[in-house]
């Protein structure tokens, strides 16, 4: 008998108290792969080794950043859950999706071997687009992993400050130049920190995160992580 109505966060069947937030069937069925630890591509089995973490596209023509760490792909239920959690106000799924993002952390630093960030950075939501939705849904993960990890998170250093059309259904080449001078970035802030991890739920083209990776090592922060939620 489940006295205390803890339930599975996406089918909904019924857990015990020792269990959390998915049930063992769902948390099966998120589609977990190899990855490189640059960019996030998936690797074959036989293609990674402990501590390797760039793909070949990566070792010629590597991101603004230095790591990367993601729960899955974006296919269900992860993407069920995702979708929820931004476009249907489930704001309280911060908690399912903060804990299966500090397990794959845990898992990456295992793989790749690096050390964890001294800040985290939610990317930011332009003020009339977080005041439309509520909340900013990497605000929300960045919140819960700081809890979990001691780690603080600085919701100023980075601003959005240009209204953008969603970056849904446009090219790579659009993307950029859609975010074209979207962000700024607190110098004064920033030369407090050596490390960052940057918060994202869906990585696509990781325009974003480009663009603003790009102003932060521009600002001096030179260890640049992305942490997101699944990849496309």
């Not at 780690?151 to 080449?173: A, C």
Request: aromatic residues 10%.
């Amino acid at each position: 008998m489940n006295w205390f109505n803890f339930s599975c966060s996406h089918c909904q069947k019924p857990l015990k108290i020792a269990q959390r937030h998915l049930c063992q069937q769902c948390d099966k069925q998120i589609v977990r792969t190899n990855y490189c630890g640059r960019c996030g591509t998936v690797l074959s089995n036989n293609r990674i080794f402990r501590g390797q973490m760039f793909c070949g596209n990566c070792a010629k023509s590597p991101p603004s950043w230095q790591q990367m760490v993601i729960i899955g792909r974006y296919l269900p239920p992860l993407s069920t859950l995702i979708h929820q959690f931004k476009f249907q106000n489930s704001y309280y799924l911060d908690r399912t999706l903060a804990q299966l993002m500090l397990l794959a952390i845990y898992e990456a630093r295992r793989e790749f071997l690096f050390s964890l960030p001294e800040v985290i950075i939610p990317v930011p939501l332009h003020h009339f687009r977080q005041w439309h939705r509520g909340y900013n849904q990497a605000q929300l993960i960045a919140k819960q992993l700081s809890r979990q990890l001691s780690i603080p998170v600085d919701n100023k250093l980075v601003i959005r400050h240009k209204y953008t059309q969603t970056q849904r259904g446009l090219t790579e080449k659009a993307r950029r130049v859609n975010l074209r001078n979207a962000f700024n970035i607190d110098i004064k802030r920033a030369k407090q920190y050596g490390s960052v991890a940057l918060i994202d739920d869906v990585i696509t083209t990781g325009s974003t995160l480009n663009e603003i990776a790009k102003l932060l090592k521009q600002a001096g922060i030179e260890n640049i992580h992305v942490w997101g939620l699944a990849k496309t």
